[in-house]
């Protein structure tokens, strides 16, 4: 290969580590290295994203003949062809950067299915609801990413079609069509070539630039890409996905911490949209699967000598990784999970010492209501980051935003949050949301920035148009005063 070489498969040394691969492709690289089960695949790095920006918008020379030998190479180890009709390779493309950005860059899930390969993996697999689900979920996804079209559209047809899966993919073609002026894109190059793009751009969605200056982090870096081939949750009970740490998040305590959602692909937990199970009843479902994830998460800790926060999915009872980092924890947690780690003399007592970060020290000040007064509250939800909070209700980031901006308390009060609503989360005291585990949206990105959050707090519902939330029979307006902790 001549030039300067852009693309790593998971499998393949190099220096550059995660300022080249970015933390997403590290770590595969790292479990792969580890005899982790991740799938197979590779990663664009973080210099191909910075010469795509410095040139304005075009790939730097060299990348696409890179992409396309290690797809070969894919094809070899998967025993499948990409844009295949009958037995299709099917790939998701990640974005990672070097920094932690929870959620805040885009990735497309199914990519490489097209009218007739839907068609040949029903076929194949025998299961024509996992194929069409697939395609539903790239047809949306890639439409979302790729041609920025608005989620609800495709939500709404979803909705209005639910378990008619023909009917759905029509409606969202139709929508793709309507919305791009061009039908939806049956090669599965250019799906590749363009998602890849789309990727790059997504480092610089408001969103992500919000999230950015929140967190000194400098504009500059970019990020890297993840080519994976696809492991699929969504192929019955027999398969899930889910999301664990390997201790407590919000207190550090040793012991099991997940939540698990059968017969899903994994952007489901992440959004909240359907409500997991505890990690404990993947033990009933899958007990081959749990034991081998239990051996797993107690390696990546000895291995990174850090609490981790993974992602997994099993696919007719197999379990594959998909990524670990390091888990955002709330400052006691963190406190708790070195004093431990020494115990367990998986860290000195110095690295104890300088794992203790000042600024999060300041969390465990966070105000809480006086333990010794008495009080009842309105309703409960999940303690997805500690600490109390008072302000006015507000149900939108941008009013958010404007109220902060006038001196005003707020708390962000949703169904659930999106990193649409980044702003608005930095704008406000508190957030509070009806819907959603402690892995969700809302629960992680506030435990980042130490901001007392309640999650999936059922007994909340809103009513936007009234402009009205009601919490266990009592109606609140927006600008009414409440209090979480
Ligand atoms: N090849 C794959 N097979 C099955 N599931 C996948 C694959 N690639 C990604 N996923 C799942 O899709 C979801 C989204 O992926 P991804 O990790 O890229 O983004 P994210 O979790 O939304 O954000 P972040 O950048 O913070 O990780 C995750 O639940 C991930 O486990
Ligand atoms: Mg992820």
């Not at 404990?280 to 291995?303: C, G, K, N």
Request: one cysteine or more.
């Amino acid at each position: 290969m001549s030039g300067e070489r852009y693309v790593y498969g998971f499998d393949e040394p190099t220096e550059g580590g995660r300022e080249l691969l970015g933390g997403k492709g590290i770590g595969l690289a790292e479990m792969t290295q580890l005899g982790v089960p991740v799938p197979a695949g590779f990663t664009i790095t973080t210099d191909a994203c910075r010469a795509y920006m410095a040139s304005g918008g075009d790939l730097p020379d060299g990348l696409e003949a890179q992409v396309d030998e290690h797809l070969i190479r894919l094809q070899e180890v998967s025993g499948k062809r990409f844009g295949d009709p009958d037995d299709p390779l099917l790939v998701s493309v990640r974005s990672g950067a070097a920094v932690s950005m929870p959620g805040m860059m885009d990735t497309i899930l199914n990519l490489g299915l097209n009218d007739e390969a839907a068609e040949g993996l029903a076929r194949r697999t025998d299961n024509p609801k996992f194929a069409r689900d697939s395609y539903r979920r790239l047809i949306q996804m890639y439409g979302e990413v790729v041609e920025g079209i608005e989620g609800h559209r495709f939500e709404d047809a979803l909705a209005k079609y639910a378990d008619d899966l023909p009917a759905v993919i029509e409606a969202y073609k139709q929508i793709y069509q309507e919305e791009t002026g061009r039908s939806f894109p049956q090669d599965a190059k250019e799906q590749l070539g363009r998602a890849v793009r789309a990727v790059f751009d997504s480092w610089n969605t408001p969103r992500a630039k919000a999230y950015r200056r929140y967190n000194d982090i400098p504009d500059d870096l970019g990020t890297a890409v993840n080519v994976v081939q696809m492991v699929f949750g969504n192929k019955g009970e027999q398969s899930g996905t889910g999301v664990a740490f390997t201790r407590d998040p919000s207190t550090g305590e040793a012991g099991l911490y997940g939540e698990f959602l059968a017969d899903a692909q994994g952007e489901d937990v992440v959004a909240g949209i359907r409500t997991p199970e505890p990690l404990e009843r993947m033990h009933d479902r899958l007990p081959e699967a749990y034991d081998e994830f239990l051996d797993t998460m107690r390696r990546l800790e000895e291995h990174y000598r850090d609490m981790q926060d993974i992602e997994f999915t099993v696919e007719d009872g197999r379990l594959y990784l998909l990524q670990t980092r390091s888990a955002k924890r709330t400052a006691a947690a963190a406190l708790k999970c070195v004093v431990d780690m020494v115990d367990e003399r998986l860290i000195s007592r110095e690295e104890a010492v300088a794992r203790i970060d000042p600024a999060q020290l300041d969390q465990l000040l966070h105000p809480r209501i006086d333990p010794s007064s008495t009080y009842e509250a309105v309703a409960t939800g999940l303690n997805a980051s500690p600490g109390a909070a008072s302000g006015a209700i507000v149900f939108e980031a941008d009013t958010a935003e404007d109220r902060a901006k006038e001196g005003e308390a707020v708390i962000l009060v949703r169904w659930e949050t999106t990193p649409d609503d980044i702003h608005g989360m930095i704008a406000a005291q508190g957030i509070l949301t009806a819907h959603g585990g402690m892995t969700s949206h809302a629960a992680v990105v506030a435990r980042g920035m130490g901001k007392p959050c309640v999650a999936g707090c059922d007994a909340l519902s809103l009513d936007l148009e009234e402009r009205t939330a009601s919490l266990n029979g009592t109606t609140l307006k927006e600008g009414d005063t409440i209090t979480i902790d």
